[in-house]
């Protein structure tokens, strides 16, 4: 597995060089720049594939480790850690630390079922956003299109597509 490396150039910034473990899951040269001064503490890049319980997964060039995010819970239920954040984890220790979220680039944000005026954020930092629907079932056109405005609202590509039927629901075999 090859490792993400961070350098700086004459003039300071911080550059994404090479190929990293951490590109397949949306690494680039703007991520490694915010993450520059985190990388200067010793803190290794991640991105938050799973939470849950004050806990999350991370995965970082070394493979998915477990965090703690205990110092970055805000009050406000929009910042919390979610899916797809990218942070900055502590190298060591037992429990590890998240000590701090990068700036989402994107966030999904939907109403909560409590009575207050807050929403809850579901996923950030997506690029694209495809909502999908299958022709086995009737066409939904509110649904679909509270789908596409969760999308556009989040800042992500949205695409609507439509499913073709499984072979194996239609009773067809496959040679």
């Known amino acids: 597995m090859s490792s993400t490396s961070l350098s700086s150039d004459s003039s300071g910034s911080s550059g994404f060089s090479g190929s990293s473990a951490l590109a397949p899951y949306g690494w680039d040269d703007a991520w490694a720049d915010a993450f520059a001064p985190y990388g200067a503490q010793g803190l290794l890049p991640g991105r938050v594939v799973r939470v849950d319980r004050g806990q999350c997964d991370v995965v970082t060039a070394d493979g998915i480790l477990r965090a703690d995010t205990a110092h970055v819970t805000p009050h406000d239920p929009l910042r919390v850690v979610c899916t ?6 502590e190298p060591e220790g037992d429990p590890r630390y998240v000590r701090t979220c990068l700036p989402r680039r994107t966030a999904f944000v939907r109403s909560t079922s409590s009575k207050r005026s807050e929403g809850q954020i579901l996923a950030a930092n997506v690029d694209h956003a495809v909502v999908a629907v299958p022709l086995a079932a ?13 999308a556009w609202e989040s800042g992500s590509k949205q695409e609507a597509a439509r499913r073709t039927m499984d072979a194996a629901s239609c009773g067809h075999r496959s040679p």
């Open 84 to 89: 797809g954040d990218w942070v900055a984890v």
């Open 138 to 150: 009737e066409l939904d056109l509110a649904r679909i299109e509270r789908f596409l405005a969760l």
